[in-house]
């Protein structure tokens, strides 16, 4: 049984623990190591994760049966009626089977309450995770290069979807 629970900066023990079993593993055929290492400290760090919390990211987990197996992240942008999905994850032995439509929809459903109008995502331009976005109905908006430091830039689609 699935649940999705809205969470707390509480939980940041528990999303670094699903970055560990899904992000690295998502990542180690498309970036190299030392840039893997870089961007986990970078994006989920416990201050990085307390400040995008405290910035007013909304966080969800997903569970199987009370165990956690996937994470997102949203949060409203600049421009009215537009949020950005940060991030959304699930464990690859949950991948090809309806649980990823299950938490984006989830994710849809949260930002339409809140007015929105156009959920936005970014996604590495080598990551196959673009088909399942183009299958839920995201188009690609831009291409865009994002230097993230240390001589290391983040490569992606900038992809939207009409809610």
Not at 142 to 157: A, P, Q, R, S, V
């Amino acid at each position: 049984m699935f649940q999705i629970k809205a969470v707390t900066a509480a939980e940041i023990p528990v999303i670094q623990e699903l970055v560990e079993q899904i992000w690295r593993p998502t990542y180690q055929t498309i970036l190299d190591k030392e840039q893997i290492e870089y961007m986990v400290e970078l994006m989920y760090s416990t201050a990085t994760l307390t400040k995008q919390f405290a910035q007013g990211q909304h966080f969800l987990l997903l569970y199987d049966d009370g165990s956690p197996i996937g994470y997102a992240s949203y949060a409203s942008t600049d421009t009215a009626g537009i949020y950005k999905l940060h991030k959304i994850y699930v464990h690859g032995n949950y991948q090809g089977k309806g649980v990823g439509k299950l938490f984006i929809n989830a994710v849809i459903d949260a930002v339409k309450a809140l007015n929105g109008t156009i959920l936005e995502l970014d996604v590495n331009r080598y990551n196959k995770a673009r088909f399942f976005y183009e299958k839920q109905g995201f188009t690609i908006y831009k291409e865009k290069d994002t230097d993230i430091g240390n001589g290391y830039f983040m490569n992606d689609y900038e992809m939207r979807k009409v809610l």
